[in-house]
């Protein structure tokens, strides 16, 4: 598990531009699954045939994270960019960023900016170039950068990185199906892209699939220094999502979920996230809707290079998408 997951975190794989993520997944999770495919928009979807075919599951988490786009060069060779999802520009700024070329630059806060007006038009890349000409010839307009890749092991099974969200995720989908000693619905594992632009992939993939039942792998936020009125504690065991600011969950789903954790000893949690949505609606919401829920990871600094998790929450996730995989609802 520890090894996907540094696997998954070492590529970039900002909105729109997942490739190099879809063809790390599918060769991890091709020897577990029946086939897999890449849908028009960059979905990637793996199928599973299941004891029962009366019935879908869709289980999905998302390739995509935040960056991102070059807008303008200025004469010395700045370069200005703007956003691909929610960035937060104080948690970016004076950290290393790099281009799909392997282009390296630092992220930079104009001088002299007051703390309230960081904002996106403050920031710009320094790549090292003295001119627009010589930046030119590395970056162009249009070229998409993010943080680059960072993973790191803290104390107590705790582990820091950028883009656990979704990376994480993703790697939990891929240990479920390594794991499942049976599957006891036709499953559908989906890949999705360009989720933090407004949970977009998931609604064609949704679509297409046609779930029964749907659930989501994302993170969610712990209990960070400062958070009040957070449900969710870090260590605190998978956190079942009661609701988030796009979906209400399917209590059927809620139930289920608490009756396998119950009956397998995963420690659990419920989690209400108050900002912030999730691939889960688009799967709630697909044809005639779906028995829809989430399984969250908690997850510290969401958005920041230095997300941080506890390995003990991934596991007990992972080891509850595995019991929905082998035993379904009923
Ligand atoms: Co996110
Ligand atoms: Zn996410």
Redesign the pocket.
């Known amino acids: 598990m520890l090894n996907t997951i540094k696997k998954f975190t070492s590529v970039n794989s900002v909105s729109g531009s997942e490739e190099k993520l879809r063809a790390l997944i599918e060769k991890e999770i091709l020897p577990f699954v029946d086939s897999v495919q890449t849908d028009a928009m960059g979905n990637l979807i793996a199928y599973k045939k299941g004891e029962n075919s009366e019935k879908k599951l869709m289980v999905a988490a998302?390739m995509d994270e935040i960056g991102f786009v070059v807008t303008y060069i200025e004469d010395n060779g700045i370069i200005r960019v703007s956003n691909i999802g929610g960035i937060r520009p104080i948690a970016s700024a004076y950290h290393p960023v790099v281009f799909a070329n392997g282009t390296i630059g630092i992220l930079g806060i104009d001088a002299n900016t007051k703390p309230e007006e960081i904002k996106i038009n403050k920031l710009f890349v320094d790549i090292g170039a003295k001119s627009r000409r010589e930046a030119e010839k590395k970056v162009k307009i249009g070229d998409i950068c993010a943080v680059a890749p960072s993973f790191k092991k803290l104390a107590g099974g705790r582990y820091a990185a950028k883009a656990f969200?979704?990376r994480i995720g993703c790697a939990v989908a891929v240990d479920a199906a390594r794991n499942a000693k049976k599957t006891a619905m036709d499953t559908y594992y989906v890949f999705t892209v360009q989720?933090e632009v407004g949970l977009r992939g998931s609604k064609p993939s949704a679509f297409s699939v046609m779930p029964d039942y749907a659930v989501a792998i994302?993170?969610t936020t712990a209990d960070a220094p400062g958070e009040k009125g957070v449900s969710v504690t870090l260590g605190g065991g998978a956190a079942i999502k009661i609701k988030d600011s796009s979906v209400i969950c399917s209590k059927v789903m809620v139930d289920r979920l608490t009756a396998l954790a119950k009956e397998n000893n995963i420690k659990h949690q419920y989690e209400i996230l108050t900002a912030g949505g999730t691939d889960t609606a688009s799967m709630q919401l697909a044809g005639a809707g779906s028995v829809a829920g989430c399984i969250s990871i908690p997850t510290r600094y969401i958005h920041s290079p230095v997300e941080v998790l506890d390995m003990a929450d991934v596991k007990a996730c992972s080891q509850l998408l595995t019991a929905l995989i082998e035993n379904g609802i009923e």
Do not use: A, G, M, S
């Open positions: 998302h969200d979704d989720e994302d993170v």
